[in-house]
């Protein structure tokens, strides 16, 4: 049966970057006889909003459920909409409703991509951030008394339950045992925050009797960031709460490279619901209209959202394809001048369909 996937370009490059998505997904689809209906919409973008005075239509909900999984640009354009609009009018809406509780980011040093870190070589940062997506730090629950006084008080609280913890720790366990080192590191700050972060760091405990060849590690998050940039070597798979999981998400990515290249999940593991790939940069209104967005991103989101339906090995073909084209290095391949090439988001994203096929 054919795979339904809505695509949703977005804002700036999103609109660039998506159809180069697309080209390498249609490739490995072939190539690999998956059926793939795609499905482009134009909401959840600024201009729809600025036609509408809303970000998504009425119908949104039934219209994307029934899709099997959404291929996402990027939003946002300050400029014409203020972001706690545009972010919260759209991508957040997706996350809540279709409770894709979990965030997923790979950060791998591709080869060919330097590390701002000093020495690093492809094999050296290969490790998943497993973010908690959908409660903890960012529950929104609180208040403000006295406003306006010199006695004002504000106050927010950390939702954290057993379920949520249970059900990001299970998600992160079961990848850590597909991959070859075992290993995890769950990230806390139980020294500080004396409630939530140690009832989190007991639910690990609990967890990890249902995996004895998992190798567990709790690590405080100040010194869990020093150790991403020091020895990014030492980790795996590494999960945390939605506040920590959003830092760590972003300075692993950062420690590989160029941010045009990662790429993330927004997952609802069951299916219940469609999953979100999105690559990890934004929408760049500074180079958006001149082509020279890199697509890489996005193209490695088809991979995650190919494996997310099943389909492995043809999810590895297009992360092989990506690393053939990087390690070819910006003499003889078209890479983006983020990577200090020539190409343009056209090319370089003909040369991975072309990779793949070959
Ligand atoms: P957001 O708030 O949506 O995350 P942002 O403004 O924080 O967006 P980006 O839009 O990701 O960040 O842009 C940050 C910088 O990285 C910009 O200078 C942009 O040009 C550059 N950049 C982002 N994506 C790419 C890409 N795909 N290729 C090349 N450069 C990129
Ligand atoms: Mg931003």
């Not at 529950?139 to 306006?148: D, L, P, Q, T």
Request: aromatic letters at 8%; charged letters at 20%; glycine letters at 8%.
């Amino acid at each position: 049966m054919a795979h339904r996937i809505a695509a949703i370009a977005g804002d700036g490059i999103g609109t660039e970057v998506m159809p180069e998505g697309l080209r390498v997904l249609e490739a490995a689809a072939k190539r690999f006889g998956i059926e793939l209906e795609v499905e482009h919409f134009d909401f959840a973008s600024c201009d729809y909003y600025l036609e509408h005075g809303q970000m998504l239509p009425d119908d949104w909900f039934d219209t994307l459920s029934s899709f099997d999984a959404i291929f996402f640009g990027a939003v946002g354009w300050p400029e014409k909409v203020p972001d706690h609009i545009s972010l919260w009018g759209s991508l957040l809406q997706f996350r809540r409703a279709f409770d894709q509780y979990i965030n997923l980011r790979p950060c791998r040093l591709m080869p060919g991509i330097k590390s701002p870190l000093a020495d690093r070589q492809p094999g050296d940062i290969d490790f998943y951030v497993v973010r908690e997506n959908t409660e903890g730090e960012y529950s929104s629950v609180g208040g403000k008394m006295f406003e306006g006084t010199e006695r004002e008080v504000v106050i927010q609280d950390t939702v954290m339950t057993r379920v949520g913890i249970d059900r990001v720790l299970k998600y992160a366990f079961e990848l850590a045992s597909k991959r070859p080192r075992h290993s995890l590191t769950s990230a806390t700050k139980s020294n500080g925050i004396s409630i939530t972060m140690p009832y989190w760091d007991e639910r690990v405990k609990a967890m990890a009797k249902h995996y004895p060849d998992i190798t567990v590690d709790q690590f405080h998050i100040d010194i869990l960031t020093a150790n991403f940039v020091l020895h990014p070597d030492w980790f795996d798979v590494v999960v945390a709460s939605n506040l920590f999981g959003d830092i760590l998400s972003d300075l692993g990515p950062a420690c590989t490279g160029t941010i045009g290249v990662a790429p993330s999940a927004n997952i609802n593991p069951e299916g219940k619901y469609p999953s979100l790939f999105e690559p990890v940069h934004g929408s760049a209104p500074d180079i958006a209209g001149k082509g020279i967005a890199n697509p890489i991103g996005q193209i490695w989101c088809g991979a995650m959202m190919l494996e997310h339906l099943g389909h492995e090995e043809a999810s590895k073909a297009i992360v092989n394809a990506i690393e053939h084209v990087l390690a070819a290095g910006p003499e003889q391949a078209p890479l983006t001048p983020d990577l200090k090439g020539q190409g343009t988001t056209q090319t370089l994203g003909k040369a991975i369909a072309e990779a793949l096929e070959s």
